[in-house]
């Protein structure tokens, strides 16, 4: 028999070099990790669905266009009827769909760090080069770097998540404009986090030909069905398109978010009881000793302590899973990342927190 490859003569090298994307264990575990919503839907809401799931015909390939799911997405969130509209398999396959569209020899990824590690992730899986501009240390746009980076590298993309994550906050808007109107390529803001935000860039859509908005439905509560959508012109769209595999959104993703979408007042009200959660988390983060704590407009709660990874780990010990960001960058030495979860989850978490602070200062 002749010789079979080893992966490494036929992987590309810079996918030799990745660590996939590590997800932990977390069964059983207070699960504060990964931004979800911790609400489930009400019991007549889940009837609903359970009712659609049976029905629904999965024996068929789910409408490609979407047609329907994408009137229902219009209308929920605001998006413009000048503006086209393509859905994704989470906001992550869109990311993909954009970067293997513009992975032209040489061709510049421009992002911040610390970011969203997938822009820089599927920058390197499609062959994009990638350039990541550090923020101010308070996580403020270095505007003036950006500008220089963008007039260095002509950039064919730049990602920028409004609010940022994992840090939380929202860039001035100013600034994002001066970026948008400074480089030559597109600019996707991305805003998984808008239901916790008070801002949006929905309104500059039809003031800029190379701006584009991303949102989620995982970060307001169906991390589970996978649903992602990029707004903006039909030039850009059009071509992204070609690449978007026909089938990306299932029957039942498509079925059971429409539904949900008819009661967006539910998610909405959910949104709201985070943002509360969120404030009385803050105010009790600030009263604790040798902890420095980050303003969020986000479902997540970024702050520094003095250890960042023993106290990581002794969270977990006691069975509450939240996110070492230490090692990270170093814009992020000793800083751990909490999302916002029930009344309960909370409690459990500060007050866990609170005695592990006092043992170790
Ligand atoms: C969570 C997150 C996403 C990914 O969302 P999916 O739609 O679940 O793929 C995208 N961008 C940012 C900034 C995020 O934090």
Not at 29 to 36: G, H, N, V
Not at 72 to 81: D, V
Not at 308 to 315: D, E, G, H
Request: charge should be negative; charged fraction near 20%; aromatic fraction near 6%.
């Amino acid at each position: 028999m002749n010789r079979v490859y080893h992966p490494t003569d036929i992987i590309r090298p810079e996918i030799l070099e990745l660590k996939a994307y590590h997800v932990p264990p977390a069964t059983g575990m207070i699960k504060l990790d990964a931004m979800e919503n911790p609400y489930t839907l009400p019991q007549n809401l889940q009837h609903d669905i359970a009712h659609l799931a049976g029905t629904a015909p999965i024996n068929r390939y789910p409408d490609p266009n979407a047609a329907d799911l994408k009137s229902a997405l219009r209308k929920a969130l605001g998006i413009p009827e000048s503006m086209a509209l393509m859905l994704g398999n989470g906001s992550d396959e869109i990311i993909q769909i954009i970067a293997m569209a513009t992975a032209k020899p040489g061709a510049v990824l421009l992002s911040v760090e610390p970011a969203f590690v997938m822009f820089r992730m599927i920058a390197t899986f499609a062959n994009l080069q990638y350039v990541g501009i550090p923020l101010k240390k308070d996580f403020s746009l270095d505007i003036d770097a950006m500008l220089d980076a963008i007039a260095e590298h002509k950039p064919a993309i730049i990602f920028l998540a409004y609010p940022n994550n994992p840090t939380g906050n929202l860039f001035d808007k100013k600034d994002i404009l001066k970026i948008i109107e400074a480089t030559p390529g597109i600019v996707v803001i991305d805003e998984a986090y808008h239901a916790f935000a008070d801002a949006s860039m929905i309104g500059e859509l039809a003031n800029y030909p190379n701006l584009l908005l991303m949102r989620t439905l995982s970060k307001l509560g169906l991390a589970g069905l996978r649903l992602g959508l990029i707004a903006g012109r039909s030039i850009w769209l059009n071509e992204f398109e070609k690449i978007r595999l026909p089938y990306n959104v299932s029957v039942l993703t498509q079925h059971i978010t429409q539904i949900v979408l008819h009661h967006m007042d539910v998610l909405l009200a959910q949104a709201e009881q985070i943002k509360t959660e969120r404030s009385r988390m803050i105010t009790q983060l600030s009263a604790m000793n040798g902890l420095e704590i980050f303003p969020s407009d986000a479902n997540f709660i970024l702050f520094r302590v003095n250890n960042a990874t023993k106290i990581f780990q002794m969270l977990k010990d006691k069975g509450i899973l939240i996110k070492n960001l230490d090692s990270s960058h170093t814009l992020l030495d000793n800083c751990l990342r909490v999302t916002v979860g029930t009344f309960d989850e909370n409690t459990q978490f500060i007050a866990a927190l609170q005695n592990l602070l006092n043992d170790n200062n």
